[in-house]
């Protein structure tokens, strides 16, 4: 969603902030702002609706725009429509005091309200402005700065992460925590905070991670950070690893191009520390005694969201398979608004590529208190909140995706969730360990495979141009192809806004068939399986009236598929098992070509954001 980043230093820090936000624009954006103390001693503000190089352009101009003190932002639209008038950072009615704020301020009408019958003359439609006023109208002159916005705070309701300055503090911000993560970048004589590591990574490697309700008070030599009750506290600084650098495409056009093609290799490097030597399971690698934790588990129940929901509905079909453990698998948001059930010996699983998407982190927090057996996060950031939070942690080794449409992180998921299923049925002694080493000598097998399906990139391409003028499409798969049907129709939606649909190919006369004739293109996928013949019957039904056929279809079955296509895309031979994640990779390729095409905004589409950390 939105994006901070805030610095106290000994020189001009916009530069700092402007790559910062560059470095942000991955989370999603409608328009960015900045705000320095300059040398008067007043707040100089630029903002620009759109691309961040928009306000790049803008403070170019200005040459008087420079200060050692600054905070910046990209919006992402909530309360009031993007507009360079709604973006961040807001001053108060004086120019005193600036704020930048992600999260949604829940009763800020009422808040709203009560400022304008004191008076208070409103700029904007957002939410965001109510907190600015009420600083203003609660300042304390005999209370330091972070007294001052602890005693604000409390009059919020929602969630929020929050960067505040204030003209009477030249060289000192304050950041806030609640529900939206602020990280703080220590470096020599001037440190930072930020909604991420990324945007800092040009200026320091070392961070340290707010919890909830912490407030943070940052200058150029001193940081003091206290908890939700003012005490004052300590956080382990970490160190991270600068080598790879994210924010490059390299040779790629965008990132999500980049990040398809790393799949092989961020796949690999998922499952090479989880095998050993000897071809087994390292069950250990889910947590310390998981293996005895796991022996207990007699339910499983998976919550997620978007991309994260697909991998664990495949997960499904892996767990019940060889763990015989039943599962069940909840939208977080539907999760946490009713009152369920929970199994006896019940595992908690949430899956997130951040760590802090809100629902799916708030649904994590719900089940702590309601008697499962345990919770396991698998996430790809090693220092977000679920991560801290889970009982039972499996990091994916995906890399930074900066792509807001995920496709390394689900891949990496899917061979995270194998791994658990395979560990699972070791320690409930369902999977015999032939299976098990055959399993995972096929998982070895997939980074290769996924190098050969990569080189059909431009017979993929070619394929695209026949979408440039579609509005709509259907993807079919049955079985554990059904959620990758379902994830390449999300693909396709997300990026190239063209309205997808995905079915079990067995539904097709209950209801999807009416919809199709020449007009409306049928992509489905094909792997070597017990229901092939079922989906063939499938997609003879679609030919019979008439729809155009593309079929991703495994290199065993290719010649002997009884349909008329010649849109048919050949894959090589993977077992039944690991077929999921395979047979992601072209749908991957696909939306993106046809994206390409229709001339769309390929990693940060509209209206949607990398990380969705409000409701």
């Known amino acids: ?62 040459k008087n725009l420079k200060g050692i003190t600054g905070i910046a932002h990209t919006r992402w639209a909530t309360h009031g429509e993007p507009s360079e008038n709604n973006a961040h950072p807001h001053l108060s009615g004086s120019g005193k005091i600036a704020i930048v704020h992600n999260g949604i301020i829940e009763n800020f009408m009422q808040l709203k309200t009560e400022l304008i019958a004191q008076g208070v003359q409103f700029q904007s439609q957002t939410d ?93 030599g001193k940081i003091e950070i206290y908890d939700h009750s003012g005490v004052s506290k300590q956080l382990e600084i970490k160190e991270l690893d600068q080598i790879q650098d994210a924010a490059s495409k390299g040779r790629y056009k965008h990132y999500m191009q980049k990040e398809i093609f790393e799949q092989p290799q961020v796949i690999a490097n998922t499952f090479s520390n989880c095998i050993s030597f000897d071809n087994e399971i390292i069950v250990d690698k889910f947590g310390i005694e998981s293996n005895l934790l796991f022996s207990q588990v007699e339910h499983v129940k998976i919550v997620a ?24 698998i909840e939208i977080a948001s539907e999760f946490r608004y009713r009152n369920s059930v929970v199994t006896k010996n019940s595992l908690f699983i949430t899956v997130s590529q951040s760590g802090e998407t809100a629902d799916t982190l708030a649904a994590l927090r719900q089940a702590k208190t309601c008697g499962y057996l345990k919770t396991l996060a698998i996430c790809n950031m090693p220092n977000s909140s679920m991560v801290r939070e889970a009982d039972l942690v499996f990091m994916t080794q995906a890399g930074i995706e900066m792509g807001v449409a995920s496709t390394k992180a689900f891949t990496t998921q899917l061979v995270a969730f194998i791994l658990f299923a395979v560990a699972l049925g070791k320690a409930k002694q369902t999977l015999t360990k032939t299976k098990e080493q055959e399993i995972l000598k096929a998982l070895k097998k997939v980074p290769e495979i996924i190098k050969k399906v990569l080189s059909l990139d431009k017979e993929i391409e070619q394929l695209s141009y026949n979408f440039v003028e579609k509005q709509h499409a259907l993807f079919l798969g049955r079985g554990m192809q059904y959620p990758v ?131």
């Not at 001009?12 to 702002?33: C, M, P, Q």
């Open 128 to 220: 965001t402005e109510v907190i600015v006023h009420l600083l203003e109208k609660s300042w304390d002159k005999n209370k330091d700065f972070i007294t001052n916005v602890h005693a604000v705070i409390k009059k919020l309701k929602g969630a929020y992460g929050l960067a505040v300055m204030h003209v009477d503090f030249p060289h000192s911000l304050v950041a806030v925590r609640s529900g939206s993560p602020i990280v703080i970048g220590y470096g020599i004589g001037e440190n930072f905070i930020s909604s991420d590591t990324l945007s800092l990574l040009p200026v320091t490697n070392r961070f340290a991670f707010l919890d909830e309700g912490d407030m943070v008070l940052i200058e150029q």
């Open 1 to 62: 969603m939105c994006g901070i980043i805030g610095a106290v230093s000994e020189r001009n820090v916009l530069a700092i902030l402007l790559e910062g936000l560059k470095r942000l624009e991955y989370r999603g954006y409608d328009s960015a702002g900045v705000a320095l103390i300059v040398a008067d001693g007043k707040i100089k503000r630029k903002r620009a609706l759109g691309k961040v190089q928009v306000l790049v352009d803008k403070t170019t101009q200005d």
């Open 485 to 615: 049907a379902l994830e390449g129709a999300l693909k396709l939606k997300e990026i190239s806004y063209i309205h997808a649909e995905a079915y079990p190919a067995g539904e097709l006369k209950h209801g999807p068939l009416a919809l199709v004739d020449k007009e409306m293109p049928i992509i489905a996928v094909a792997p070597n399986d017990a229901l092939l013949e079922k989906l063939e019957s499938n997609l003879q039904e679609v030919q019979a009236r008439g729809g155009e056929l593309y079929v991703f279809a495994d290199h065993a079955i290719s010649q002997s598929l009884q349909i008329d296509s010649k849109h048919t895309f050949v894959i090589d031979s993977i077992p039944e098992v690991l077929a999921p994640i395979v047979f992601t990779i072209p749908l991957q390729l696909f939306s993106y070509h046809v994206a390409v095409q229709k001339g769309t905004d390929v990693d940060q589409p509209r209206n949607l954001a990398k990380s969705v950390t409000v409701e």
């Open 305 to 328: 969201c978007g991309t994260s929901f697909h991998a664990g509905l495949v997960a499904k079909y892996w767990i019940e398979e060889y763990a015989k453990v039943s599962v069940d």
